[in-house]
């Protein structure tokens, strides 16, 4: 799918307009956004198989958001059902649930990558007992921390992929009509060329977030609708994404 390069201060440029979205309807966004956690809470408590379920739902979840959001874009009114339209529509349904499951493979390629480390550490200390080999701590200690970082560049490599998979990846499989593979490479495409503006975006991010935690975290009801317009602003601005042509 087309893309195109914008400005670094377009980062700022989303969550202004991100904002723009949130407070034609705040109340409504509120409430959307203590359901979504609601359920969020609610999939954890179960062992497991709750986490599992939880990474495959949110990006329908999530897509439902992003549809509201463009509802409003389009002039018509944000109902709290919209949460559910991943739910609702079922040609979307599957690509949204195979978005998570690509992202929880990805989780799951970062825990063998921590257990391969940790089990190599084990292995290579028996080996070295069984061996009788003596090597200077200076020179372990050397060791498992070129490997430790080598490990970390890893995992930092994998969780950037999933986020650039799943940044655009939603929008495009429940907005543009895209199946979840072709969304995920275009979305880490997208998120490569215009690496500059979301690293702005990213920057300023991490402030909010601090300043949503301090209230008792009550911040993040609001900021949790200002994220959905501002990834929604990227999108349409980065795809080129007419007003009318959202599903």
Known sequence: ????????????????????????APGIWIVIMLIYLGISVVL????FVGSLASMLVSPVLAGGMLYGAATQVRGESLEITHLFRGFQDQERMGPLVLLGAIS??????????????M???????????????????????????GAGLLAGLILLVVLALITMALFYGVPLVMLGGQNAWPAAQDSVA??????????VFGLIYLVL???????????????GPVTVGAVYASYREVFGVGVNSAR
């Open 44 to 47: 954890s408590l179960i062992p």
């Open 104 to 117: 929880l493979g990805g989780y799951v390629l970062m825990a063998l990558v921590v257990v391969l480390f």
């Open 209 to 223: 977030v601090v300043v949503a935690i301090i209230p008792f975290g009550l911040g993040l009801l609001i900021l």
């Open 1 to 24: 799918m087309a893309m195109t390069r914008v400005d670094a201060g377009r980062g700022w440029g989303w969550i202004v307009e991100g904002w723009q979205l949130f407070v034609k």
């Open 119 to 145: 089990g190599g550490g084990l292995m290579m200390g028996a080996a070295m007992d069984s061996t009788g080999a003596i090597v200077p701590p200076e020179a372990m200690g050397g060791l498992f921390a």
């Open 190 to 199: 997208a998120c490569w060329t215009n690496m500059l503006p979301l690293l």
